[in-house]
């Protein structure tokens, strides 16, 4: 059974950085697409990132130039690296196995203003 625990969330200032981590038990990524979404208060959840098996990458328009999908194969995590953060990034950030469309507990970003 996949299980997928994220970390790394937090309080940023506005054009700060954050760096998430999904770490997975029960699969290794390299076999499985995976991804990263959020979910905003009041709003539905929508994709940020995700990442096939052959690497192939595409980011939610509203992140691109600013934030970074990645795996590490060896240690078993996907990463979302967050840069120039904006307020309007606030929301609860999950990671999906895009396999097994398992998702994590999700981790609170807030960017302040």
């Known amino acids: 059974q996949v299980q997928l625990v994220e970390s790394g969330g937090g309080l940023v200032q506005a054009g700060g950085s954050l760096r998430l981590s999904c770490a997975a038990s029960?699969?290794?990524?390299?076999?499985?697409?995976m991804g990263w979404y959020r979910q905003a208060p009041g709003k539905q959840r929508e994709m940020v990132a995700t990442?096939?098996?052959?690497?192939?990458?595409a980011y939610a328009d509203s992140v691109k130039g600013r934030f970074t999908i990645s795996i590490d194969n060896v240690k078993n995590l996907v990463y979302l690296q967050m840069n120039s953060l904006k307020p309007e990034d606030t929301a609860v950030y999950y990671c999906?196995?895009?396999?097994?469309?398992?998702w994590g507990q999700g981790t609170q970003v807030t960017v302040s203003s």
């Open positions: 029960g699969t290794t990524f390299n076999l499985h697409a």
């Open positions: 999906r196995d895009l396999q097994t469309f398992t």
């Open positions: 990442i096939d098996i052959g690497g192939w990458i």
